[in-house]
């Protein structure tokens, strides 16, 4: 199997399959869109969805024109992720705070709280992280 990532005119990035590599377009099975976004910890974080959630046909063809880079050398921890979320992601599921799954938002809320365990952490040689991060620098600059 070849996967590849595709960044599109629109902005999308989007992780997939490669069925097919034409003079003019892809063929692509199960393709899901890259989303980036910070944390409030200032950490980047990715998130994926389907890139096209109400598509009954898992295989897509995606005219060249639209491609802006097309990048077939990918990590295999990404393409771990990929088949993982592929194989994990509820893709009927539609719920009211958008498409979130039930597995994501509880994974999300074990994260918030391992994160907010690790800031409070108290240390032996000093203060906690959150203590560090949110104290004001003791320096002036004249």
């Known amino acids: 199997m070849e996967y590849a ?3 599109l005119m629109n902005g999308d990035e989007i992780i997939a399959e490669i069925l097919e590599d034409n003079e003019d377009t892809y063929k692509v099975s199960q393709p899901v869109q890259i989303h980036r976004h910070m944390t ?5 974080m990715v998130r ?25 050398d990918i990590n295999q ?20 705070d958008g498409f979130i799954g039930k597995d994501e ?5 074990q994260m918030t709280k391992r994160i907010e365990e ?5 240390h032996e040689d000093g203060p906690s992280l959150r203590d560090l991060i949110l104290s004001p620098a003791n320096t002036t600059i004249h």
């Open 48 to 72: 994926c969805s389907y890139w096209l959630l109400f598509s009954k046909n898992p295989e897509v063809i995606i005219d060249k024109r639209n491609v802006l880079v097309y990048s077939g």
């Open 5 to 7: 990532v595709l960044k």
């Open 77 to 96: 921890n990404v393409v771990k992720h990929y088949e993982y979320f592929k194989e994990h992601a509820e893709y009927d599921l539609i719920d009211k």
């Open 105 to 109: 938002q509880e994974f999300k809320k």
């Open 40 to 44: 409030h910890i200032h950490q980047e």
């Open 118 to 122: 690790k800031l409070d952490e108290e």
